[in-house]
Structures are given as structure tokens and as C-alpha cells.
């Protein structure tokens, strides 16, 4: 009803003072910098979605870094200038499209080893590297919710590494950051507060419809220097249109609002518990399982795993029969050299009884004989 209020309403939220729209995306984000569990020295801007909140962080890291080295990227370009320094273990394919966009390049990367059989950075090789950069800026991507597993950087080990050599220490919580509603999960986090930048996504576990990504940040001066649009009709206040891509901005926080206000706390936390549940759930399903094996330790609320035998074609095969099947969906991805599925709980809508229909599905596409 929300996303149809703003439709309807088709208000511009740009200036303060031009409606109550502003007043309530401020407060919108208020609520959820407290619901997160981020300091209040963190400002935020709602965007369209985790890929616009890692782009907005980015430039911002960019800006930070370039600033560092004595010039004004916002100002002067990129031309010329030496490529920042970007170091992460796994990040997701929206950060290596927010450095391409941003000039940087997807192969800027610096990949820093993992720790053995996981997908996040291990502490010592990534302060092995720091310290090789002699002071020298740098960025970190870290993931809060790995995409495959679920899985956490460790933030507190990484924060106090960038703080003491004086590296951007950027945070991708898509997902993972709602860990924060659950006292079982909000461990995961620990360490949040040092970031630099986070990305977050409200069309996932927040459950409002897509175009609803939020970026925080703790160098809001920086991130307005990237973003100011500066105009007599657009006038001079601390609007929030000099803190996002857009100028022209829909009202997409009253979702959120409406979502955050009438469910709080509480429900939010039950919402992200029951979605850890079912996926741990369905990971002891599928380990019990002739036909599966589980990829990984179930983290949060991403399951990973794949076929006990067969290929790539098989397991797209497997998709086939379940999509024609109608019941659940799952999407393909690879990990550990091995071609997979991965499923992810965060629909409100969700709950116990589905998952006897999950597993039930997932025998019978396994059993079903192949086609032709």
C-alpha cells in the first residue's frame, strides 16, 4: 500500500521543506541505523537498490582516497591520477559493477586470500598487504552475507586493521546486515561500527518492493562533495538530493517507513529468525538426502548445495524440471569448483509448512528420469 501511496502521491524528494517527504525518509533512516545498530554519527539516503548503495559508497571511498593523494576527483577527473588501491576476498558482482562504472575497473581488485574453505578474507593476509602499502590510502570491501553462503567477513578484525593503517573500510550488508534484528545472528555484525560505508537492501529481508536500497556512511562531507548538484532553482539548503546519483528522487522510503512502523522490533527479528530456520532446516533436509550434498555450513539464511553426481547440464536440467514443476525456485551458481543451486529464505510469507513441499519437490525432480 505504501508503494502505491508513492505512486499516487508522485512526490519529488529532493529539498527539505518542499513536502513532509524528506522529514520522513530522515526519520525512515533513523529507524534503521537504530535497528542495524550503527552509531548516529552515520547518515544515510535511500537509493534503488544494494548496487546504487555500492556505487554511492564507492565514490565516496574514491573521493576519500584521491583526496588522501592531493587531488579533487570530483573536481578534476580521473585522468592521470594513479588507480586507488581495492582490496577484497569475495565481493559481490554489484561492487565490481559499482568500480566499473566509477572508472576504477572490475580488475582493480586486489584479490587477498580466504580462509580455508570459506569465502571471506583472512585478517592476516590482508594485513600482510596493508602493511606493505607503507600508508599509502586503500580500500576494503568486506561482505556482511556472502551470496553463496551467507557468510561474514570478520568486521571487527578488519575494522581495527583499516583504522590502524588507514584504509576505507567499505561494507556490503545487501542481506546480511539484518542479522543485527536477531540476537541468535547479530554476532555476525560484530564490528559494524568501524566501517566506512554500508550498503543495504530494503526489497530482501525488509520485504518493501524493489527500488529500495539504503547506503550509510560516517564522511557524509565527502560523499555531498561527490554528489552536490548546485543550482539557483535547486536552491542551497541540506537536501538530500547532494547525497545520491539523483536529483529528481521517488519517494521510495515511505514503504519502508510504513514496514518498520508497523511491525518494529519485534517482528522484524521474528521474520529474520524464522528465515535462518528454515534454511537450517533445509540444509539438514537435503544432508539426509541419496540425491544432495550441502556446498557449505549454513550461515544465515542462504543454503547452498548441489547434486551428489552430475555435471553443469545436469543440474540445469534440474532447474528445468523444477521451474516446470511450479512449487519452488532456486537459482544456479558455482562454488568450490562445483556447479550448484542456492537457495535464500527472506519472504515474509514463508514458514514451516513450505518446507515439506520444498524437499518433496526437490526429490522428485532429482528422481524424475531424464528427458528425451
Not at 508513492?6 to 533513523?30: F, I, K, P, W
Not at 583504522?163 to 561494507?171: D, E, I, N, T
Not at 566501517?195 to 529481508?205: E, L, M, Q, R, Y
Request: charged content about 20%.
Amino acid at each position: 500500500m505504501g508503494d502505491w501511496l508513492v505512486s499516487a502521491y508522485d512526490q519529488n524528494v529532493s529539498n527539505d521543506g518542499d513536502s513532509l517527504a524528506t522529514s520522513v525518509e530522515r526519520e525512515a533512516l533513523g529507524l534503521l541505523r537504530s535497528l542495524f545498530g550503527l552509531p548516529e554519527s552515520f547518515e544515510g539516503a535511500f537509493v534503488s537498490g544494494a548496487t546504487a548503495a555500492n556505487l554511492v559508497s564507492l565514490a565516496t571511498a574514491r573521493q576519500w582516497v584521491m583526496e588522501r593523494l592531493g587531488h579533487d576527483v570530483s573536481e578534476e577527473g580521473l585522468w592521470g591520477l594513479p588507480r586507488p588501491v581495492v582490496l577484497g576476498g569475495a565481493p559481490h558482482a554489484s561492487v565490481l559493477k559499482a568500480l566499473s562504472i566509477l572508472g576504477m575497473g572490475r580488475r582493480s581488485v586486489e584479490a587477498v586470500p580466504c580462509l580455508p574453505d570459506r569465502p571471506v578474507m583472512d585478517p592476516k593476509a590482508l594485513e600482510s598487504r596493508l602493511a606493505a602499502l607503507g600508508g599509502a590510502p586503500a580500500i576494503v570491501l568486506a561482505s556482511a552475507g556472502e551470496v553463496n553462503t551467507g557468510d561474514f567477513d570478520d568486521l571487527e578484525a578488519l575494522g581495527q586493521l583499516c583504522r590502524r593503517y588507514g584504509a576505507w573500510l567499505h561494507v556490503d550488508g545487501a542481506f546480511g546486515i539484518f542479522a543485527a534484528c536477531s540476537p541468535a545472528h547479530e554476532q555476525l555484525l560484530r564490528g559494524l561500527a568501524h566501517a566506512d560505508s554500508v550498503a543495504a537492501d530494503g526489497h530482501k529481508w525488509l520485504n518493501v518492493p524493489y527500488d529500495s536500497g539504503i547506503v550509510f556512511t560516517r564522511h557524509l562531507a565527502l560523499q555531498e562533495r561527490v554528489f552536490r548538484a548546485v543550482a539557483a532553482y535547486l536552491g542551497q539548503g541540506p537536501d538530500l538530493l547532494h547525497r545520491t546519483p539523483e536529483n529528481s528522487r521517488r519517494f521510495r522510503a515511505l514503504p519502508a517507513w510504513m514496514t518498520l512502523m508497523a511491525y518494529g522490533r519485534d517482528g522484524h527479528r521474528a521474520l529474520v529468525e524464522r528465515g535462518c530456520a528454515l534454511a537450517r532446516d533445509l540444509g539438514e533436509g537435503l544432508a539426509a538426502s541419496p540425491h544432495y550434498a550441502v556446498l557449505a555450513p549454513v550461515k544465515l539464511n542462504i543454503v547452498c548445495f548441489a547434486l551428489r553426481s552430475g555435471d553443469a547440464a545436469r543440474r540445469d536440467r534440474l532447474l528445468q524440471a523444477l521451474q516446470a514443476d511450479g512449487r519452488v525456485h532456486f537459482t544456479p551458481t558455482q562454488y568450490a569448483g562445483r556447479p550448484g543451486l542456492r537457495a535464500a529464505f527472506s519472504n515474509w510469507r514463508t514458514d514451516a509448512a513450505d518446507l515439506p513441499l520444498i524437499l518433496a519437490a526437490l526429490e522428485a525432480a532429482a528422481s524424475a528420469p531424464p528427458a528425451g
